[in-house]
């Protein structure tokens, strides 16, 4: 089961004016949302009409599905070459599948006319058709001479077959566009490009109060985008990253004037500014998270939690820490400020009406139309052109209030980035909705019994003899020696996960042999009849990876289904290679019967993956599903009941073996990222089970593709903070623990 850690570092050097923003780099996937802004291929007709151009890969024109002409390929690509290798399959992602199934291959560049001087933001569209692993396609883009996206990986952004957008804002001086593709690996490709003129900023003058002058290092009006803080190891950030100061103390607050000058231009009129005496009301529902490193208290009374994965980004602004903010009581609130996010998510208890409060404070910039973000909660727009320094002035509280209705259990926050990237400081979702008592439903994948294995405590077990000469085995294979850290299989090789209703229809799974046994095997058509019956949703789609595991759990017969290479042809039929299904899920101890069942060991994958609602809310109670690149041949340990293990040697791993983190360590010193530290503490009380061998170690979620298909974003591009090859970073293997093999087994006490 390969894993796909790929750590090519995304950096942007913003060395030359020209380069204003870019506001999504390597892995924005793209939305199934198409433009609406022009219709005409280019339009410059009118002197206040924007610019806007449109041009797929293809020889001829081709028509959206929302009307729009996007101009036949040009030949300013620098190369007649295609793919068709992805023509008239379903591209993942988008409704537009035809701007991705023809591709340019070996692009150089692309030169465009554009009739303005000033702001150009540009999409690149492509889609992987060949390569089936990362690493194999990797390319920087370049705009006017500026690095605009460094190391673009499509395959380990997004998988093959599926739609990636690449999205940045670049000034033009001199009547042309240019862009430059520089292959890192193979060949670049691209399937369309399109380019719309961005209009100056239509805000008043803002003139900065007296009392609060900018800090030492706030730059001047002609200083280039400060915001973007990536993880390049040649890149120094210009703001500062996050202290781990573990105090959390809210400095005095002062009142300071309100900014002089121009009246800034009222909110969207689906916002509000609420006023700084939080209003009393009786509530259902609350969820109160900020940027900080410890919970804050404000002056009502309300416990904020300090930062998790719902923010959205490991990335902090910490350049108000230690100042008055103006216009609140409560300062520590707007201090610190998640970086870059894509959007946030929320976990809500039932289908009800929440409201929602955004909190900004600018801690960089000084000018109105510096940093512009749009906000679209549950796929609605809720607030265009949010600046925070137009509508109340530098580091000052700013709070965008709006109602929304969330009917998946999921509250979607998705940030559009106009000019820089967000910068947020906190979230507030309140509700007064009888419905929203209910309190959360299982975050969990499946209902993990007393006696699941999963749930076992094992931060008071005996450690292995052999355990610090495992763990440096295991140590050396996640290094790679490159330096490498432990994987999250998000985006491939996890787990398509669905819930079943008495609606769901009911199929039978063909068999499919892709491993030439020549024979179907007995079990699923006679006897239990695993392949038989099985409640498959009409929208359900395989995790993306050669694996292309699929999950089913249908609560009223509390059975759980797991498949192997995974298959629906087009006629509806669904086959699969291998699978199983357990029966009394709730009462289980996590494995499937033998040798059924998806994972090399016979464990449950659902019992071990991290869920999108586990991950959204910042806790896992389960031990989890860890794979690694050797394990001793034939033999494995309780609970598992079988193995793949193909390894000789001393201090190996079994399949089935247990680990945990060292339970003394303070996870939240170690700078971890909010998922590291969400993994780190389930680490410590339920340790890592062994369960399959893969290309490097890794541990696996809940699949985002029906998620993204719903809503256009992937959750885990909010929930990981960043590339999922950093989600693990600083996390201290070298603490590990292995336990003795069969622990827990039904001959040891419990």
């Known amino acids: 089961m390969p894993s796909s850690p790929y750590p090519v570092v995304s950096s942007i050097r913003r060395t030359r004016r020209r380069l204003l923003a870019v506001v999504a780099l390597t892995t924005l996937t793209a939305s199934p949302a198409v433009p609406t802004a022009l ?3 280019q339009t410059a007709a009118a002197v206040d009409a924007p610019f806007s151009s449109r041009m797929t890969a293809r020889w001829q024109p ?7 002409t996007w101009a036949a390929r040009s030949t300013t690509l620098g190369t007649v070459r295609s793919s068709t290798a992805l023509e008239g399959k379903d591209i993942i992602g988008t409704t537009r599948d035809a701007l991705y199934q023809y591709s340019a291959v ?12 000033g702001s150009y933001r540009v999409r690149l569209h492509m889609a992987e058709g060949w390569w089936s692993g990362p690493g194999r396609r990797v390319f920087d883009v370049h705009a006017e001479g500026v690095l605009a996206a460094a190391g673009v990986d499509i395959f380990h952004s997004v998988g093959k077959g599926a739609a990636h957008e690449v999205t940045f804002v670049v000034a033009v001086d001199d009547g042309r566009l240019d862009i430059d593709f ?3 690996a193979d060949l670049p490709v691209v399937g369309a490009i399109e380019v719309d003129e961005v209009p100056p900023p239509e805000v008043p003058a803002v003139t900065e109060p007296e009392a609060t002058p900018p800090p030492s290092s706030a730059p001047t009006s002609s200083s280039p985008a400060p915001t973007t803080d990536v993880s390049a190891p040649d890149a120094t950030p210009p703001a500062p990253t996050e202290d781990h100061d573990p105090s959390g103390t809210r400095p005095p607050s002062v009142e300071p004037s309100p900014p002089t000058g121009s009246t800034p231009p009222p909110e969207a009129p689906a916002t509000e500014e609420i006023p700084r005496d939080p209003e009393v009301v009786q509530e ?3 969820m109160r998270m900020t ?4 919970d804050l208290v404000d002056s009502a009374g309300h416990v904020w939690r300090r930062r998790g994965p719902a923010l959205g980004s490991s990335k902090y602004n910490t350049n108000l820490v230690g100042k008055d903010v103006a216009g609140t009581e409560d300062d520590a609130l707007y201090q610190r400020s998640v970086v870059g ?3 946030m998510l929320v976990p809500v208890p039932a289908a009800a009406d929440y409201r929602v409060r955004l909190l900004f404070a600018e801690g960089y910039w000084t000018r109105p139309g510096q940093r512009v973000v749009d906000l679209r909660a549950e796929g609605v727009t809720v607030a265009d052109d949010v600046d925070p320094v137009a509508a109340a002035g530098p580091r000052t509280a700013h709070d965008v209030v709006f109602e929304t209705r969330v009917e998946d259990g999921m509250l979607t926050i998705q940030f559009v980035n106009e000019v820089d990237q967000a910068l947020v400081a906190g979230i507030e979702v309140v509700s007064t909705d009888p419905a929203a008592a209910t309190g959360l439903p299982l975050a969990s994948l499946i209902p993990h019994a007393d006696s699941s294995e999963f749930r076992r405590d094992v931060r008071s077990a005996p450690v292995a003899g052999n355990s610090a000469a495992a763990v440096a085995r295991l140590l050396t294979a996640i290094d790679a020696g490159k330096g490498w850290n432990a994987g999250v299989n998000a985006y491939e090789y996890n787990s398509a996960f669905y819930r079943a209703t008495p609606q769901t229809p009911r199929r039978r799974v063909r068999f499919y042999d892709c491993q030439g046994k020549g024979y179907t095997p007995s079990g699923l058509y006679d006897g239990p009849a695993y392949f038989v019956d099985v409640p498959i949703p009409d929208d359900a789609v395989p995790a993306t990876g050669t694996d292309a595991q699929l999950g089913i759990y249908d609560p009223t017969s509390d059975r759980l289904w797991e498949f192997w290479v995974t298959r629906r042809s087009a006629d509806g039929e669904w086959k699969a290679c291998w699978g199983g299904r357990v029966d009394g899920v709730s009462t289980s101890h996590g494995a499937f019967p033998p040798p059924y069942g998806v994972s090399a060991s016979g464990l449950a994958m659902a019992g071990g993956v991290v869920s999108i609602q586990e991950a959204a809310r910042g806790e896992i109670d389960h031990a989890l599903y860890l794979t690694v690149t050797e394990a001793q041949r034939e033999l494995f340990s309780y609970p598992a009941n079988r193995t793949d293990g193909r390894s000789d040697g001393p201090d190996l791993l079994r399949e089935g073996q247990r680990m945990r983190l060292d339970p003394s360590i303070d996870v939240t010193a170690l700078g971890l990222t909010p998922f590291g530290e969400m993994v780190a503490r389930a680490a410590q009380t339920y340790g890592f089970i062994v369960s399959d061998l893969a290309g490097h170690p890794a541990i ?4 985002g593709r029906q998620d993204e298909r719903r809503t256009g974003l992937n959750p885990w591009d909010v929930l990981l903070g960043g590339p999922s090859y950093d989600a693990l970073a600083k996390f201290p293997w070298e603490r590990v623990e292995v336990l003795p093999v069969d622990h827990g087994s039904p001959d040891a006490d419990r």
């Open 39 to 41: 219709a005409a291929t």
């Open 291 to 294: 940027a900080s490193p410890t």
């Open 284 to 286: 259902t529902f609350a």
């Open 700 to 703: 696996a979620t809940e699949a």
């Open 341 to 343: 996010p894509k959007g």
């Open 62 to 68: 081709y028509t959206d599905p929302a009307g729009v």
């Open 106 to 117: 070996g692009v150089t560049g692309y030169a465009l006319p554009v009739p303005h001087d």
């Open 182 to 184: 520089v292959a890192r």
